[in-house]
């Protein structure tokens, strides 16, 4: 008889845990379904918002939504904030949750984040000598010196100073070579990636297909432009001639033609 009360207690017994453990999971259970059906504040993007476009420019680009806690996409941000020093890795569509998962660092977007606005991103191939490659370094500043004839159908030459102070986003890769210097081919192998405007390309690409050019690195500290002015032949001729030397040379090239 003992030993049936006890058998009989431990089903009670455990007939009583079932019990309790089924209504703590179904509260828990209620707890759970109360909780994701309830709202929460996200951002959304209120117009699309492009690849590239960084996180500071991006908050100007959201909306507060209220959501079920159930429909918060993985990664969604809380805070605008958490955009700050981030670019957008992908195109984020009108009325789309905004996540950290769509942007990315600055670093890791490269040139990229060292453009805006109206700047471009150009590569200019050329000779180890007009990149000064082996030299230049990316973060350099340079000018772009060139010569082209005025007009076109004359052999009459110019050169001057045509941009200055341009980014140097990525160098020449690569070392200058003997095979470099000798074999024509290889020489022109090299290219480097410069920042500037959109109005700066035309004028540097016109150069690179219609005249000669080349780099010039500019200082790191203290770099400064001496004034504006073109070069032909006549005025390197005249440059620094006096006017008794410069009479006497007019005197033999009046005779010279006679």
């Given at each position: 008889m003992t030993h049936r009360l006890r058998n009989i207690g431990i089903a009670v017994t455990l007939a009583l845990v079932a019990g309790l453990l089924t209504v703590f999971y179904v509260t828990n259970y209620k707890r759970d379904v109360r909780n994701a059906e309830s709202?929460?504040?996200?951002?959304?993007?209120?117009q699309d918002i492009p690849a590239g476009t960084s996180g500071a420019d991006a908050q100007g680009f959201l909306t507060e939504q209220e959501v079920a806690k159930r429909n918060v996409t993985p990664g969604a941000i809380s805070t605008p904030e958490q955009l700050d020093g981030r670019v957008a890795a992908a195109t984020i569509y009108a009325g789309e949750q905004v996540t950290t998962r769509r942007f990315t660092s600055e670093e890791a977007k490269g040139i990229r984040a060292q453009i805006e606005g109206n700047e471009r991103a150009l590569a200019v191939p050329g000779t180890a000598e007009?990149?000064?490659a082996g030299t230049l370094t990316s973060g350099d500043r340079v000018d772009v010196v060139g010569s082209w004839n005025v007009p076109e159908s004359e052999t009459l030459h110019y050169s001057r100073v045509v941009l200055r102070?341009?980014?140097v986003l990525e160098a020449p890769q690569g070392g200058v070579s003997a095979e470099?210097?000798?074999?024509?081919?290889?020489?022109?192998?090299?290219?480097?990636?410069?920042a500037l405007t959109d109005a700066q390309a035309q004028k540097l690409f016109w150069l690179t297909q219609n005249g000669t050019w080349s780099l010039q690195l500019r200082p790191t500290q203290d770099a400064a432009d001496s004034p504006e002015s073109a070069e032909s032949a006549e005025s390197l001729l005249l440059d620094g001639i006096g006017a008794t030397r410069f009479r006497a040379m007019s005197a033999r090239l009046l005779e010279g033609g006679e």
């Open positions: 709202n929460t504040l996200v951002y959304v993007a209120s007009q990149l000064l102070d341009l980014l470099s210097i000798t074999n024509p081919q290889q020489n022109g192998a090299f290219a480097a990636i410069l």
